[in-house]
């Protein structure tokens, strides 16, 4: 069943978006290089203290902190540890926070100081997929023309879409009905109607789509060791469209949010 949210509810998911919004851009300015991973989940545990909202993934299925930060060939759900960024590194940033019995789910993914040609343009891929899925988020399509949509893009890129992992309705829980791939065949899966927000978050990988998960059961990498790249936004299907609440509205607004992080 796929939860249907009021003009009343998604406000109140707009609220917490907002406060996610706020978490990224401020942990964002904090980042250093030689700083620790979990040097910043502990940042990130304040910044969303501040805001006076919960962290969603502590705890969850016994995950054991805030943040997800995924380094280089990893593509998701890596753990915040002694690890240090160095120069050079891309570093998938995951976040969700509660507030107001609503959840906000969002990723990023940025380069330390410099990056690869080839790095800039993976994540530069990644962000327009998200952006390519986005507009296929419209009444009379069904969810399998945005997945197609992602999948298309991603791989006439040269890239390819991880299969082991895909997005999903959010709301008062994390995971909600539907499972969002970022592969599939046009016109089928669920019709998408006003009052779906689902977490759209592409991940998207230099060489083969093959994943592991390491011996910690959680961090997720490329078999072949190359470079991911991750980006989730939580986006509305409102009356008038749909709705990034997450992150911008197209993929060139907010520069500010550069895939470069000058330290
Ligand atoms: N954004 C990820 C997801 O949608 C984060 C989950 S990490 C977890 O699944 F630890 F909370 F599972
Ligand atoms: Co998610």
Same mark, same amino acid.
């Given at each position: 069943?796929?939860?249907? +949210?009021? +003009?009343?509810?998604?406000?109140?998911?707009?609220?917490?978006?907002?406060?996610?919004?706020?978490?990224?851009?401020?942990?964002?300015?904090?980042?250093?290089?030689?700083?620790?991973?979990?040097?910043?989940?502990?940042?990130?545990?304040?910044?969303?203290?501040?805001?006076?909202?919960?962290?969603?993934?502590?705890?969850?299925?016994?995950?054991?902190?805030?943040?997800?930060?995924?380094?280089?060939?990893?593509?998701?759900?890596?753990?915040?540890? +002694?690890?240090?960024?160095?120069?050079?590194?891309?570093?998938?940033?995951?976040?969700?926070?509660?507030?107001?019995?609503?959840?906000?789910?969002?990723?990023?993914?940025?380069?330390?100081?410099?990056?690869?040609?080839?790095?800039?343009?993976?994540?530069?891929?990644? +962000?327009?997929?998200?952006?390519?899925?986005?507009?296929?988020?419209?009444?009379?399509?069904?969810?399998?023309?945005?997945?197609?949509?992602?999948?298309?893009?991603?791989?006439?890129?040269?890239?390819?879409?991880?299969?082991?992992?895909?997005?999903?309705?959010?709301?008062?829980?994390?995971?909600?009905?539907?499972?969002?791939?970022?592969?599939?065949?046009?016109?089928?899966?669920?019709?998408?109607?006003?009052?779906?927000?689902?977490?759209?978050?592409?991940?998207?990988?230099?060489?083969?789509?093959?994943?592991?998960?390491?011996?910690?059961?959680?961090?997720?990498?490329?078999?072949?060791?190359?470079?991911?790249?991750?980006?989730?936004?939580?986006?509305?299907?409102?009356?008038?469209?749909?709705?990034?609440?997450?992150?911008?509205?197209?993929?060139?607004?907010?520069?500010?949010?550069?895939?470069?992080?000058?330290?």
């Amino acid at each position: 069943m796929i939860p249907l +949210k009021s +003009k009343r509810e998604i406000e109140m998911m707009r609220a917490a978006a907002r406060k996610l919004k706020t978490v990224f851009q401020e942990l964002r300015r904090s980042i250093k290089i030689g700083m620790t991973t979990l040097e910043m989940d502990e940042k990130a545990e304040r910044l969303i203290e501040a805001q006076r909202a919960k962290p969603a993934f502590k705890g969850y299925r016994g995950y054991p902190a805030c943040i997800c930060t995924s380094v280089n060939e990893e593509v998701v759900h890596g753990i915040p540890s +002694k690890r240090r960024l160095k120069e050079g590194d891309l570093l998938s940033l995951d976040i969700g926070l509660i507030h107001g019995g609503y959840v906000s789910d969002a990723a990023r993914t940025w380069a330390i100081g410099r990056a690869k040609d080839e790095a800039v343009e993976l994540m530069e891929v990644t +962000k327009r997929a998200l952006f390519v899925g986005m507009a296929q988020m419209k009444t009379g399509n069904r969810l399998g023309d945005l997945s197609h949509a992602i999948q298309d893009y991603v791989e006439s890129c040269g890239f390819s879409v991880v299969r082991d992992f895909v997005g999903h309705g959010i709301g008062r829980d994390m995971h909600e009905d539907p499972q969002v791939p970022n592969f599939g065949k046009p016109g089928r899966g669920p019709k998408l109607e006003v009052g779906m927000v689902l977490a759209l978050e592409p991940m998207v990988t230099a060489g083969s789509w093959e994943v592991d998960i390491l011996e910690d059961a959680w961090t997720v990498v490329t078999r072949d060791r190359q470079l991911a790249a991750h980006y989730e936004d939580t986006i509305a299907l409102t009356e008038a469209g749909p709705e990034n609440l997450t992150g911008p509205q197209a993929f060139d607004e907010e520069l500010s949010d550069s895939f470069l992080i000058k330290t």
